[in-house]
């Protein structure tokens, strides 16, 4: 993501408790790139785009600081993904139906607007995937409107169709979608597919 990013001329600056991994990608990302702590790039970016391991994305948020996310988009591309083994190639999760994982961190940091995207498809098809002149669909959800108009915007650019999904909820059933994105890669080691909603 962060490279479709700098394709569109955005400044990217990538999060990291080591930043030293990050060496390489910054002298291919060129000025436009940049790596720093978790709070640095919160600081820095005006969206702001969360892709950390499920069951450490409260502790990465604290280590981003609240102040840093108030007011800002945060666009949340998280699982809630536990550690334990896949069931025949079904993913376990550690919240339930009935709450998703962005509405805890809604909840935890209730000024930042979060908006659900980006979890369920695999990140080399994540900007401008080639379905063959088809567009995909990624489903998004979360309680700002204005928020969600900005994300929007970047699926726009990334080659995406957009269905929102309404508020924060709607991630109770978004999330599951990485779940079944994931079963036939698990099963059979296809992990090139994207979902579309097809319309009357
Ligand atoms: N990989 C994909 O294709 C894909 C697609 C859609 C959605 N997602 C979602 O994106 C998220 C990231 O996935 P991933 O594939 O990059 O691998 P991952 O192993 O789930 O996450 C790696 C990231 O998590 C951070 N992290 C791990 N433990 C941490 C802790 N205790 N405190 C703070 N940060 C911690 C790491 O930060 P450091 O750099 O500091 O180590 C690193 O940035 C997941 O929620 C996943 O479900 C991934």
Known sequence: MADGFLKYGYDVKIGSRDISKLKEWKSKAGAKGSAGSFSEAALFGEIIVLAVKGGAVMEALKLAGENNLNGKTLIDATNPIDDKVPENGVLRYFT?????????????????????????????????????????????????????????????????????????????????????????????????????????
């Open 96 to 200: 339930n139906l009935d709450e998703s994982l962005m509405e805890q961190l809604q909840k935890a940091f209730p000024k930042a607007k979060f908006v659900k995207a980006f979890n369920s498809v695999g990140n080399p098809m994540m900007v401008n995937p080639d379905y063959k002149g088809i567009k995909p669909s990624m489903f998004i959800c979360g309680n700002d409107e204005s928020a969600k108009g900005e994300v929007k915007h970047i699926l726009d650019q990334f080659g995406w169709e957009t269905e929102d999904m309404g508020k924060a909820e709607a991630a109770r059933a978004i999330e599951p979608l990485c779940m079944l994105w994931c079963i036939p890669g698990f099963l059979r080691n296809e992990w090139t597919h994207a979902f579309k909603l097809l319309k009357m």
